[in-house]
């Protein structure tokens, strides 16, 4: 099993321009989860899924975000137009529901 | 609020020494797992222990022990005989459900130092 597998590790952007982070779950996982992680916040949840459909998008900061999940071995987080402040390392990590998760590698995102 | 604490944001410890981490949480969870996950340089989100909540013994695995006080919602990570290898920010996650889901709440992190 390769794990939960994010991409790209790292991605530098210029502000206004339209960031796709991917990410591909564990086969058979029926949840998927976006994490950011910033100094100042910590972990923070954005948005999940349960078995493909957006469950609780109630972290996602503004309209700037969105997220999709359009088969069981996919999805992605969209942020367009980025703006510096969005700068962080954003994790995806998937479940079975319970007892756990398993997180991909992260992708660090810098807005300049 | 689902909120987890820990209280330490800081902890060293000398090689092949134990060190104790702490964290409380608030969950209105009957059942429920609680987990310590481990954050080296690399970045990368590591599962240390979990324990499941029903279960009157502290889970253990290998160096790593925990003492779970389920009535005084505690949940403290033990390391036993310090390695290098164990320096890394080190995060205490309680779960809270939404529509069946259990979605996981971290706290803030003890970056533990381990000095040779």
């Known amino acids: 099993d390769a794990g939960v597998i994010q991409s790209p590790r790292h991605e530098v952007t210029e502000m206004g321009q339209e960031v796709t982070l991917r990410c591909k779950p564990i086969?058979?996982?029926?949840?998927l989860f976006w994490y950011r992680q910033t100094m100042m916040r910590g972990l923070e949840l954005l948005i999940y899924f349960n078995n493909n459909v957006p469950i609780d998008d109630s972290g996602m900061p503004e309209d700037r975000f969105s997220a999709k999940m359009p088969n069981a071995s996919f999805s992605t987080l969209k942020i367009q137009p980025s703006e510096p402040r969005d700068s962080a390392v954003y994790f995806c990590a998937s479940s079975t529901g319970a007892g756990g998760y398993t997180f991909g590698s992260g992708t660090r995102l810098t807005v300049v | 609020a689902q909120t987890v604490t820990q209280s330490q944001p800081e902890m060293s410890v000398q090689e092949a020494e134990t060190v104790t981490l702490s964290c409380t949480y608030d969950t209105s969870e009957s059942d429920y797992y609680l987990f310590w996950y481990k954050q080296p340089p690399s970045r990368q989100m590591i599962l240390v222990i979990r324990q499941e909540a029903y279960k009157q013994q502290n889970a253990t695995e290998n160096r790593f022990s925990v003492n779970f006080q389920k009535a005084a919602k505690s949940f403290s990570l033990k390391i036993s005989d310090s390695q290098l290898g164990d320096a890394a920010m080190y995060f205490c996650?309680?779960?809270?459900?939404?529509?069946?889901?259990?979605?996981?709440?971290f706290g803030q992190g003890t970056r533990l130092t381990i000095n040779p």
């Open positions: 996650a309680s779960p809270h459900s939404i529509q069946g889901a259990q979605k996981l709440v």
């Open positions: 086969s058979g996982h029926d949840y």
